[in-house]
């Protein structure tokens, strides 16, 4: 097995890279979700009337640009379900790179899965 | 409503570390607490459980790539099915009765504790004599993973491979359906049919669980059953239980981390079986 040692090598280089992308997509839907929660709680309004909630990505944008709290709020719970979605996406990157095309097209599968559960979503 | 937030973020940090040393996705915690504790709507509780699943994935993930635990090609393969299976579950929700689901699943909880138990009293340790599978072979899917608890590297192979796709699948239906990670069947999928070591499965089946609820999570957030109010606040407390949690689980001897397993897999089970009897307590 003399190629292991390579293979052992680019699977770390590719799981620091995909690492170190979800950490700044975790941390930047954390950041928003924590500045819609804190706005949240100190005006104490939710920047609806009622128990209201932004479901449209164009309300959702709108109510953000506005400084909505739940538009705030929505838009970081959104980025926080999107960043699993992006690690499927840097992992086809990272396995091109390392000419695993069986592993590219596996990875590329998933995405195309996840985009038609993502179309279902909105349609549905 | 400050109450509400304080409260959602300690649930949160307790489910999070919770799910990150067992390997679940910490919906299976949460529905119980919002619903039986705080009467909350089931549907609203599966919303903010969805949302927990991927915080709970995503926080720890973070730690296990770093620390090379992970099997990214096993995940990615995997995710084939449970991504499929959560489409699926999501469109059956409201056609099928979801008791079958619950005795079912209940039912391979129930087993899966049994023979968790069964594996300790043989005093089995992580790695287990696995026949060189071809299929695993040709999908490069055997590993080597750094034990910090026994400082050093373990290489390890995986097999059975069709019985472990099969049950993701019946995993990511659990999830699409009912709204968790159902982390407790990705371990067992990994673990008792595919006989991979405890640390890597439960690591690379809280990266699956982020990806598979992704695919659900999306027709709940667009449905409107995700209240921000709620779902916020637990959420940041599962990121931050989750890191800590993924510290702790890095640590601990995999035989601890099973003792601790086995009662809550089991209570698990029994529970779904109940729901699914119709037995109230």
Redesign the interface.
């Known amino acids: 097995m003399a190629e292991k040692p390579t ?2 090598r680019e ?2 280089q ?3 890279i ?2 170190r992308i ?2 700044v ?2 941390i930047f839907s ?1 950041i928003v ?2 500045i ?2 804190a706005l ?2 100190i005006t ?1 309004y ?1 920047g609806y009337a009622g128990d209201f ?1 932004p ?1 449209q990505m164009g309300m959702i944008l709108a109510g953000t640009w506005q400084l909505k ?2 538009a705030i ?2 838009l ?3 980025c ?6 992006l ?2 996406v840097v ?1 086809i990157y990272a396995f091109y790179k390392e000419k ?1 095309h ?2 590219v097209a ?2 590329t ?2 995405l195309i ?2 985009l ?3 179309v ?3 349609k ?1 | 409503m400050i109450h509400t937030a304080i409260i959602m973020l300690a649930v949160g940090i307790f489910a999070g570390i919770a799910g990150a040393i067992l390997g679940i996705g910490g919906g299976m915690i949460i529905t119980p607490i919002l619903t039986l504790g705080m009467g909350l709507d089931i549907k609203y509780a599966i919303g903010a459980s969805i949302i927990a699943v991927i915080a709970t994935s995503s926080g720890s993930t973070i730690a296990y790539l770093r620390d090379n635990v992970l099997n990214l090609r096993v995940a990615m393969f995997l995710e084939i099915a449970t991504t499929i299976g959560a489409i699926v579950g999501a469109l059956l929700t409201g056609v099928l009765d979801p008791k079958y689901l619950y005795l079912l699943f209940g039912c391979l909880l129930v087993f899966s504790g049994w023979n968790m138990y069964r594996k300790l009293r043989r005093g089995q340790e992580v790695l287990q004599r696995v026949e060189p599978d071809k299929i695993a072979a040709k999908l490069k899917l055997n590993g080597t993973y750094f034990d910090k608890a026994e400082m050093k590297d373990v290489d390890y192979q995986v097999e059975n491979v069709p019985a472990g796709f099969s049950v993701m699948f019946g995993a990511g239906v659990a999830s699409g359906l009912l709204g968790i990670g159902s982390g407790a069947f990705k371990v067992m999928a990994l673990d008792t049919f595919m006989k991979m070591p405890l640390k890597p499965s439960s690591s690379t089946s809280n990266l699956m669980m982020g990806v598979t609820a992704a695919a659900s999570a999306t027709v709940y957030f667009f449905n409107g059953a995700i209240l921000p109010g709620i779902a916020v606040p637990m959420a940041l407390g599962i990121l931050v239980g989750a890191v800590i949690g993924s510290r702790i689980m890095q640590v601990l001897p995999a035989r601890w981390i099973r003792i601790a397993f086995i009662p809550i897999i089991l209570y698990i089970g029994f529970e779904m079986l109940f729901k699914g009897l119709g037995v109230h307590f």
């Open positions: 293979t052992a699977m770390a590719v799981e620091t995909i690492g979800l950490q997509g975790v954390a979700m924590l819609g929660l949240f709680l104490g939710s909630v479901r709290p739940y709020m929505m970081g719970v959104y926080l379900i999107l960043t699993p979605v690690r499927v992992s695993d069986l592993y596996i990875t599968l998933v899965i996840l038609i559960a993502l279902i979503g909105v549905g």
